[in-house]
């Protein structure tokens, strides 16, 4: 199987990322607040604008309370 391209694994992250946010009842700005990220900065995380760190993802998926394989898993990554 070829290789995602970065831009492909960002935005199906950031998906996965959604899905399960709006699936717990979290809103975006919540989300932001207790990973002690800005919202603008989650709102381009879940378009798959940038390239979040593993310190932050590490901090979201705490919020979300999931494990890195279940969020991947969900992205198809």
Same mark, same amino acid.
């Given at each position: 199987?070829?290789?995602?391209?970065?831009?492909? +694994?960002?935005?199906?992250?950031?998906?996965?990322?959604? =899905? *399960? #946010?709006?699936?717990?009842? /979290? &809103?975006?700005?919540? @989300?932001?607040?207790? +990973?002690?990220?800005?919202?603008?900065?989650?709102?381009? =995380? *879940? #378009?798959?604008?940038?390239? /979040? &760190?593993?310190?932050? @993802?590490?901090?979201?998926?705490?919020?979300?309370?999931?494990?890195?394989?279940?969020?991947?898993?969900?992205?198809?990554?």
């Amino acid at each position: 199987m070829p290789p995602i391209k970065k831009n492909q +694994a960002l935005k199906r992250l950031g998906e996965a990322i959604r =899905v *399960e #946010r709006k699936a717990q009842g /979290v &809103s975006q700005e919540d @989300l932001a607040l207790k +990973a002690e990220v800005n919202r603008s900065y989650m709102g381009s =995380v *879940e #378009r798959g604008e940038v390239n /979040v &760190s593993v310190l932050t @993802l590490n901090k979201v998926l705490g919020v979300l309370k999931r494990k890195p394989s279940d969020l991947f898993k969900a992205a198809g990554l």
